[in-house]
């Protein structure tokens, strides 16, 4: 891995950092998606498992991240893969957002396909459902996506997040977003569920520290098509802004529904906002809406540049979003432990994690003692003219 990592820098441009500027066959092991099949010189394959929504609520985005887990694989098989010369091979399982189906396929992974890590569970829920299995077995887990605080907080040694958590964004952006874009008196809507709940709190905490008010709170559900009560509420407390959360289906309804009912202040959130299928789904109703996000296209990174190329090869001229750069991150993340582990012993992979110390598509990482990444960009986008821009970014501090 450490060869993978001087050529990745080799080949890629150096840039400025911190400046802005439903798949088919989804269970791909052996694929040439993963790489070129007919290299395995160095000896049998390694098996990662990525648990990912490829159907239900959240396929749209579970796609794009299977699409990233799939880029970072090929990356690192056309590039000497790991332990002189061993493939990564991706099992992919579908946890359908939901809690019992992630860790069924937890168990799957780990007891029928014998994988050597775990990457996944994506949403906050499902993430945690996982999370006990990872421990009952002792396999290491990657999450690339679920931002709830309180899973760095269980204490779970196999356990690793390499995205930040809901609170550290918002308190990179809350006071920009308060005195700049939006006001003092905000309402709310989230997705129900860990995360929404997670972002939603902190938001109103430093909402409240800075002496603002909570007008009202909506919640809904995954799979609700009807908005329009949540949302007439929030339009007669008149607010100041409207701070949301929720992945792609949601998002665009949220967008869609709230500017039929003439909701006009400006919607600030954490999900799917800067995603370009929601921007081609939302059409005009995502326009000059804000979201706190992990990744976007245009950031001036060393590895961007490369991610964005081979993203756009494998999905024939799509451009990336949060969910693929944070599941290629945790793929390059989780290939460098193995790597750098020498084997694939469970705790010497784990014991490796603890010492990362690389370049990911969003700058550097680093896990502090629970397992919590930190030294990457985030950023704040805002949907303009069809696209998500930059408006401002921030580096994610240890804890």
Known sequence: MKRLLAI????????????????????????????????????????????????????????????????????????????????????????????????????????????????????????????????????????????????????????????????????????????????????????????????????????????????????????????YTQLTAIKNANPDAVYAVSNLANAVRIAQQAKELGITCPIIGEGAWASGDFLSQAGDAAEGIYGMVEYLPDINTELNPMFTQLYSEITNGKSPDKYAACDFNAVLVMANAIDKAGNTDAAAIRDALRETDMTIVTGSIKFDEKGQGYGFETFLSKNENGAAICAGSAIVSAG
């Open 8 to 227: 990745l820098l080799s080949m890629c441009i150096v840039l400025t950092m911190a400046a802005c500027g439903g798949p088919a066959n989804p269970n791909n092991s052996g694929d040439t998606e993963n790489g070129d099949p007919a290299s395995d010189a160095g000896g049998s394959p390694v098996y990662i498992g990525c648990i990912l929504p490829i159907s239900g609520s959240s396929a749209y985005d579970g796609e794009s991240a299977m699409n990233g887990a799939k880029a970072a694989a090929k990356y690192i098989n056309d590039n000497g893969g790991v332990l002189g010369g061993r493939r990564i091979e991706l099992i992919i399982e579908d946890s359908a957002t939901d809690p019992d189906t992630a860790a069924s396929a937890a168990e799957k992974l780990i007891n029928s396909d014998h994988v050597s890590a775990l990457v996944g569970g994506f949403n906050s829920s499902c993430t945690a459902a996982v999370m006990p299995i990872a421990a009952q077995y002792g396999v290491p887990l990657v999450t690339a996506i679920a931002t709830s605080a309180k899973l760095t907080e269980e204490g779970n040694e196999w356990f690793f997040r390499a995205v930040g958590i809901s609170s550290l964004y918002i308190s990179s952006f809350a006071e920009k977003v308060i005195n700049e874009i939006g006001g003092k008196n905000i309402a709310y809507i989230y997705e129900n569920g860990d995360w929404g709940l997670g972002s939603v709190t902190a938001f109103q905490q430093c909402v409240e520290g800075l002496g603002g008010t909570t007008l009202t709170t909506q919640v809904v559900n995954s799979t609700d098509a009807d908005l």
